[in-house]
C-alpha cells in the first residue's frame, strides 16, 4: 500500500516548463516502476512516460518524447516529470502511478494511482 500526491500543476503558455512532483508515502516506493499518464476531457487516459526503480530504464510516448523527462528521488520517495516546449495538446489532467515489478504502458496495469495535477497551457 502506498499513497502517491502530485504536485507541480498550472496554467502556462505555449512553449513554456513545468515540473510535476509525485510524493509517495511509503519507501517502498524505490521497490516500484513508476509512470506518468494524462488524460483530457472526453478522451482515454494515455501513457506519457515510465522509469524502472533504478532510475536507469525510462520510455516515453512518441508525443513527448525529447520534450518531457521522467526522473525519480529513491532517498525522497518522490518520481518527476520536467515537461519542456510545452503545446496546447498537452493539456490533461496528469497522474501519477506505481507498480510492483517491470514498468509498462498499460493504465490498468498500474495498482496505485494519484489524485491528479492539472496541467493548461494556453495557445
Known amino acids: 500500500q502506498v499513497q502517491l500526491v502530485e504536485s507541480g500543476g498550472g496554467l502556462v503558455q505555449t512553449g513554456g516548463s513545468l515540473r510535476l512532483s509525485c510524493a509517495a508515502s511509503?519507501?517502498?516506493?524505490?521497490?516500484?516502476?513508476m509512470g506518468w499518464f494524462r488524460q483530457a476531457p472526453g478522451k482515454e487516459r494515455e501513457f506519457v512516460a515510465n522509469?524502472?526503480?533504478?532510475?536507469?530504464?525510462?520510455y516515453y510516448a512518441d508525443s513527448v518524447k525529447g520534450r518531457f523527462t521522467i526522473s525519480r528521488d529513491n532517498a525522497n520517495n518522490t518520481a518527476y516529470l520536467l515537461m519542456n516546449s510545452l503545446k496546447p495538446e498537452d493539456t490533461a489532467l496528469y497522474y501519477c502511478?506505481?507498480?510492483?515489478?517491470?514498468?509498462?504502458?498499460?493504465?490498468?496495469?498500474?495498482?496505485?494511482w494519484g489524485q491528479g495535477t492539472q496541467v493548461t497551457v494556453s495557445s
Open positions: 511509503s519507501r517502498l516506493f524505490a521497490t516500484y516502476a
Open positions: 522509469i524502472d526503480w533504478s532510475g536507469f530504464s525510462t
Open positions: 502511478a506505481a507498480r510492483k515489478g517491470s514498468p509498462t504502458i498499460v493504465t490498468v496495469s498500474y495498482d496505485y
